[in-house]
């Protein structure tokens, strides 16, 4: 079965602190996507990662995957306010043209 | 910027009617999907398609149908509007590049049945 679980669903932080999330998925992939969605917005794409040991940063955020281990995490570093989202992983299983989307963490930074 | 629209952004709508959520691209992608999202939660796909005339469904069961007749346009119908369709409605397109497929998404539809 296709699973892909994000941990942890709910994450309140302080500004200027790091902290990692992290996407498990069930079978093995190439191919994983963060996204980002807003309040009440659409969703936007963050990071593409396409080979294991892929690493991709963006400013505070940086996207890393290890198909070994069928993770990838998502680290924040020195939190600021406008990281203030839900956040979504997704896996693609190019073998059945399938991507599931994990449940999204949530994330408050506070001042 | 993505280019990728849905109409109509809200709607409110009684129980049995029949209702077509519209979605159009104008970045000439192959790929396109529907997926509901309720508020908070993760997203399920309900039906994608990779071209003119290709449907799929997908992995959430749904009382709804598409059609793909021109590639920039991939209309969702409900034919029988319930309650348990209350949702938010997300529209996206993909594109290959650089081995991946990032899709894009519209600014989605949020349905309310009564």
């Known amino acids: 079965e296709l699973k892909v679980e994000q941990n942890p669903l709910f994450l309140s932080m302080q500004e200027g602190k790091n902290y990692t999330i992290y996407c498990n998925y069930s079978?093995?992939?190439?191919?994983l996507y963060w996204y980002r969605q807003d309040p009440g917005k659409s969703l936007e794409s963050l990071f593409v990662?396409?080979?294991?040991?892929a690493v991709k940063q963006e400013g505070r955020l940086m996207a890393s995957l290890d198909t070994k281990a069928r993770l990838s995490t998502l680290h924040i570093t020195a939190a600021v306010h406008d990281l203030s989202a839900t956040y979504f992983c997704a896996v693609e299983w190019s073998g059945i043209n399938d991507m599931r989307f994990g449940a999204g963490t949530r994330l408050t930074v506070k001042p | 910027e993505a280019d990728i629209y849905q109409t109509p952004r809200y709607l409110v709508i009684g129980t049995g009617k029949k209702i077509t959520l519209e979605c159009s691209q104008t970045?000439?992608?192959?790929?396109m999907y529907w997926y509901q999202q309720d508020p908070g939660m993760e997203l399920h796909l309900i039906h994608y398609?990779?071209?003119?005339?290709?449907?799929e469904k997908g992995d959430l069961s749904s009382e709804s149908t598409v059609s793909r007749i021109r590639t920039e346009h991939f209309p969702l119908t409900l034919e029988s509007a319930r309650p348990s369709h209350t949702s938010q409605y997300l529209c996206?397109?993909?594109?290959?590049?650089?081995?991946?497929?990032?899709?894009?998404f519209g600014p989605g539809t949020r349905l309310l049945v009564l």
């Open positions: 079978t093995t992939s190439d191919r």
């Open positions: 970045m000439g992608h192959d790929k």
């Open positions: 990662l396409l080979s294991n040991g």
């Open positions: 996206a397109s993909s594109y290959p590049s650089g081995g991946g497929e990032t899709q894009y």
């Open positions: 398609s990779y071209g003119v005339n290709s449907t």
